[in-house]
């Protein structure tokens, strides 16, 4: 379920970000506002469950549950699972990398996420059976810190969130 007018929202503010420089291709702004319109429900944002069923919520236990998907002397290998795992570890470190840099500089893994955000989308554009979406995904890994900047960018001057405001960062661009 997408909330209505979501999308064209961050659309919107991404495009104005994104003005100016290399960043400014419909396609990249395009990848990067669904990205934010996906993440806003939380259950996008961390699809994949450990093995006692929590969610995995860091890019070190996404990588984990890929190693697992390539398989090994037990199992075959889990295309499907090792792709999306791998689509999960771009989007998600970019994310995190973007609208949360705080978060990831007070625990000393912003390095870490942006290297392993930058290495998943050079994979997944190497996977990418469709030209247009590798170009991308090729793209998006190419600019992943430029694009992290400019989120950052548009995290603090453009949707600033009071700290007393006492909402939720994704309910706080909602009503900005």
Known sequence: MLVPGLYPFFRRHVQQGFSGGSLNQPA??????????????????????NSEGRPIDTIAGLLVEWHA???????PPG????????HQVADYALFMSGLFRERLQARGQIAYYREQG????ARCARLESRPANA???????????PIADALDALWHQRLPVAPTSGLSPLAALWQA
């Open 28 to 49: 990249v702004i395009d990848y990067v506002s669904d990205l934010l319109t996906r993440f806003a429900r939380v259950s996008a944002a961390f699809p994949f469950r």
């Open 69 to 75: 998907a390539l398989g090994d002397d037990r199992r």
């Open 79 to 86: 295309r499907a699972r090792e792709t999306a795992l791998l």
């Open 118 to 121: 930058a290495g998943a989308f």
């Open 135 to 145: 170009q991308v995904l090729y793209r998006v890994g190419r600019d992943f810190q």
